[in-house]
């Protein structure tokens, strides 16, 4: 069995696994308990969150535990949008968002009149330009993902960072796939609200992490008064100390992790230099993600090839009752009359994998589709 679906969810490290063990067999009083065991979980959960400020280069009272991307997206657009919506209802984002930066763009528009601006990608690429062409003076937030969950392709953060800085939009960042691959500072490049995923880095689901500049935003959930009363719900202290030492660990080996990713990546494309396939990707790519596809070839059926043979890829699209959705992503690519929304897989890799699974899988995909 080989699994190369690494940006749709990771397998543990045992950095993870030993921290969450230790504190499940240990520490099981509530951190908002008064008594002596909730204190001790109370320690652990202030602990870890000073850790992860450390990590980030912030301030542990900039960070808010949630139970992954997916919330911390909504709370940071829903919260911060409806607070400051006397300021102004217009959002900026980009077409190849995941669509739970999206999805809350549309609630806001439909349920409280909000405008947004959809920048489409040009030659596959967004732009600082693009995002400074479409700044008005009602603007109150830029959402723009670091890198891209189908293709691995960066976005100029640093630079959008930058020119926000004039302006009073607020720069939301969903980096669900860039956290614990490159390093990140969100204070240095001028992000105010940004957005992780522990799954994403070899941590455990159902946890995850939001980065505010301020508690100036919209509470999402409520009905208790954890997360400086910005997030109800008893903490999962297991499952952050396990997001916590994950990331440590990504982070500590993040330049080796790095370079054997972009050898595994390397070797695969060496392996299938005989055969015919494009690449879609931008100009800058994180080597994680690799999309690719094969004239001809159709995606879904190659998918359920590979399955068979043991090997797991995506579509990098959502799969709903086994049918292949279109990716948007590559639509806004390429255009909707494109064979490459058809033809196109995702393979994405984690420093786990290893040479021999990258010739496996190369060699399988040339028996496949007999090149």
Do not use: W
């Not at 630079?159 to 956290?179: M, N, P, R, T, Y």
């Amino acid at each position: 069995m080989i699994y190369l679906d690494n940006a749709a969810t990771t397998p543990m490290s045992s950095a993870a696994i030993s921290a969450m063990t230790q504190v499940m067999q240990e520490t099981y009083g509530n951190p908002s308990s008064i008594h002596s065991h909730g204190r001790q979980a109370g320690k652990l959960l202030r602990e870890a969150r000073q850790d992860l400020a450390s990590l980030l280069g912030t301030k542990p009272q900039h960070l808010f535990f949630t139970a992954g991307g997916t919330e911390s997206n909504n709370t940071a657009i829903i919260g911060h949008c409806l607070r400051h919506q006397n300021l102004g209802k217009h959002i900026i984002t980009t077409a190849i968002e995941h669509h739970s930066v999206l999805e809350p763009i549309e609630y806001l528009v439909e349920n409280f009149g909000f405008e947004v601006t959809i920048l489409q990608p040009i030659n596959q690429e967004i732009t600082v330009q693009q995002v400074q062409e479409a700044l008005r003076d009602d603007t109150i937030l830029v959402s723009i993902m670091y890198a891209n969950n189908e293709t691995g392709t960066l976005l100029p953060i640093s630079e959008i960072g930058e020119l926000l800085k004039q302006h009073q939009a607020s720069f939301h960042v969903d980096a669900v796939q860039a956290v614990g691959k490159v390093p990140i500072l969100p204070e240095a490049l001028g992000i105010d609200f940004l957005s992780a995923s522990a799954h994403k880095f070899h941590g455990p689901k159902g946890i995850g992490f939001l980065y505010a500049s301020s508690t100036d935003f919209d509470s999402y959930l409520h009905g208790g008064e954890q997360e400086q009363k910005k997030r109800a719900g008893t903490e999962n202290l297991p499952a952050i100390l396990g997001m916590v030492a994950a990331l440590k660990d990504d982070l500590e080996h993040l330049e080796s992790n790095f370079e054997k990713v972009q050898q595994l990546k390397d070797t695969f494309l060496n392996e299938i230099a005989d055969t015919d396939y494009y690449l879609n990707q931008g100009k800058y790519q994180l080597p994680y993600v690799l999309n690719i596809g094969f004239p001809g070839q159709r995606n879904d059926l190659l998918l359920l090839r590979l399955d068979l043979e043991g090997i797991s890829i995506s579509t990098g699209s959502a799969c709903t009752a086994g049918v292949v959705q279109v990716s948007h992503v590559l639509q806004s690519f390429y255009g909707d009359g494109s064979p490459r929304l058809h033809e196109s897989v995702r393979v994405s890799i984690s420093p786990q994998n290893t040479e021999q699974e990258m010739i496996t899988l190369a060699k399988t995909l040339k028996e496949i589709i007999g090149g």
